[in-house]
C-alpha cells in the first residue's frame, strides 16, 4: 500500500471524506520550533492532500498530513477550507520546478515537492478540483442567469393569466428579483498564478499521463539507486554478523569455519543473483514507462493543435 492510499484509509474514510490528490513537500525555508534543541531538526514526513467531502454539498478542503520517524502511522495537522485558499503559486510559469507557495487568510507556506512531475500532478488535481467546487458554489447561491429565468417566468405568468389581477404580486416578485440580482456577490474563487498553462489547458489529461510516467520512472531509479548503495553495506554487515555468532558460541575450527564462509558465499551469491532480475525487471518497466510516455507526450501534441 502506497502513502497515498494509507493517508486515505487512516485519515480520511473516517471523517467521510475521499482524498484526491496528495505530495510530500519540505519547506524550502525551514521555520524554528521552539522545543526543539539548537542544530535538532524533526524527524518527519509532511503531506499536502486535497480531499473532497462526502456530503452533499461537498466541501474541498486541503489537510496537512504528517508522519513521525519510527512510526508507520499519519497524523493530521491542519486543515483549511477551499474558501480560505487565496492564491497557489507555481513559482516558474515556463518550465517545470518542484517549488510551489500556499497562501491562505492565516497562513503562508514555501513548499518543496519531491518532483516536479509531484508538483505539477498535485496542481492540475488542486485547479480542476477548485474550478468545479467555485461552478457549483455560483450555481448554488444563484446565477444571474437563474434569476432572469425566474423573473423571465414571472412575466410569462402575469401574461397567461391577466384576468387573475396579480399585478401587485408579481411587480413586487419582479423587485426581489432585480434585489436578489443587486445583492448577489460572487464568491472569491481562489487564485492560480505562475502556473504552466499546460497544467490548466485542454490537453490537460493526456499530460497528467506523462506526469504519472514520470514520477513512476523516478521512484524506480530512486529504487535502484538505493539498492544498489545498500547491497555492500549489508553484505559486510551480514559477514561481520555470522562470523561474530559464530565465535561467541563456540571455539570455531578450520573446518567449521570454511564451512561458514562456503555458506555466506552462496547465500550471497543466490542474493546478487537476485538483485540482478530485480534490475532487470526494473529496467525493462522503465524502458516500456518511457515508450508509454513519448507515446502520450506524441498524442498531446497531435490533439492540441
Not at 115 to 129: G, T
Request: one cysteine or more; aromatic letters at 8%; hydrophobic letters at 35%.
Amino acid at each position: 500500500m502506497n502513502s497515498q492510499s494509507a493517508i486515505n484509509k487512516e485519515i480520511f474514510i473516517p471523517r467521510d471524506e475521499r482524498l484526491l490528490v496528495s505530495v510530500e513537500v519540505w519547506r524550502r525555508k525551514r521555520k524554528k520550533m521552539s522545543f526543539l534543541p539548537p542544530g535538532a531538526k524533526g524527524d518527519y514526513a509532511t503531506f499536502i492532500c486535497v480531499s473532497v467531502s462526502n456530503t452533499i454539498p461537498h466541501q474541498l478542503f486541503i489537510t496537512k498530513v504528517k508522519q513521525f520517524g519510527g512510526s508507520s502511522s499519519f497524523v493530521r495537522r491542519s486543515q483549511w477550507t477551499v474558501e480560505q485558499l487565496r492564491q497557489v503559486n507555481g513559482i516558474n510559469a515556463s518550465k517545470d520546478s518542484p517549488e510551489f507557495d500556499l497562501v491562505f487568510d492565516n497562513a503562508f507556506d514555501q513548499w518543496v515537492a519531491r518532483s516536479s512531475a509531484e508538483k505539477c500532478i498535485f496542481i492540475q488535481i488542486l485547479y480542476h478540483a477548485c474550478q468545479t467546487y467555485w461552478e457549483g458554489k455560483a450555481g448554488n447561491l444563484g446565477k444571474p442567469a437563474k434569476l432572469m429565468k425566474v423573473g423571465q417566468q414571472g412575466r410569462a405568468t402575469q401574461y397567461a393569466h391577466p384576468e387573475v389581477g396579480a399585478g401587485p404580486s408579481n411587480s413586487s416578485a419582479s423587485r426581489t428579483t432585480k434585489a436578489r440580482r443587486k445583492s448577489y456577490v460572487p464568491p472569491r474563487e481562489t487564485e492560480f498564478i505562475n502556473c504552466q498553462s499546460k497544467l490548466t489547458g485542454d490537453a490537460c489529461t493526456m499530460n497528467l499521463v506523462i506526469y504519472r510516467c514520470k514520477v513512476f520512472l523516478n521512484r524506480m531509479k530512486n529504487m535502484i539507486v538505493a539498492n544498489q548503495n545498500r547491497s555492500p553495506g549489508q553484505v559486510k554487515a551480514t559477514v561481520k554478523g555470522t562470523l561474530k555468532s559464530g565465535q561467541t558460541r563456540q571455539r570455531v575450527t578450520g573446518g567449521t569455519l570454511g564451512n561458514v564462509a562456503k555458506r555466506v558465499n552462496v547465500t550471497l551469491g543466490q542474493r546478487g543473483d537476485r538483485l540482478t532480475q530485480a534490475e532487470d525487471k526494473t529496467v525493462e518497466l522503465m524502458h516500456k514507462a518511457q515508450q508509454f510516455a513519448d507515446t502520450a507526450h506524441k498524442l498531446a501534441l497531435k490533439y492540441s493543435k
